[in-house]
């Protein structure tokens, strides 16, 4: 089970922590991602992490504002997001691929684990 939280509403040059806590599953290698979706388009990676090396991986659009991060005794999974723009504003996801052997860390199929959204919204 995937639980997101730590969305809500901010003002542009704001910061927020996302949370995505993880349970119920025992796997070996594995990684975690973060998507959004903003209404009317698709949704799109914006960070991952593997769990395996601790390799992390940013969307073009978040790179140098947003942080990926784990804290393995809590088996929980951070986004910190700084800096934080209208176009940021979506429902953002936390995606499990439980082989750790994706072949594009942003492609939606790679994952077969999902929690429920969490909104983040950026007044400007």
């Known amino acids: 089970q995937l639980q997101a939280s730590g969305g809500g509403l901010v003002q542009a040059g704001g910061s927020l922590r996302l949370s995505c806590a993880i349970s119920?599953?025992?796997?070996?290698?594995?990684?975690v991602a973060w998507f959004r979706q903003a209404p009317g388009k698709e949704r799109e990676g914006v960070s991952c992490?593997?769990?395996?090396?601790?390799?992390?991986y940013y969307a073009d659009s978040v790179k140098g504002r947003f942080t990926i991060s784990s804290d393995n005794a809590k088996n929980t999974v951070y986004l910190q997001m700084n800096s934080l723009r209208p176009e940021d504003t979506a429902v953002y996801y936390c995606?499990?691929?439980?082989?750790?052997?994706?072949?594009?860390?942003?492609?939606?199929?790679?994952?077969?684990?999902w929690g429920q959204g969490t909104q983040v919204t950026v007044s400007s």
């Open positions: 995606a499990v691929d439980s082989s750790d052997l994706f072949d594009s860390w942003g492609a939606q199929h790679e994952y077969d684990y």
């Open positions: 119920g599953f025992t796997f070996d290698d594995y990684a």
């Open positions: 992490i593997s769990k395996t090396d601790g390799t992390t």
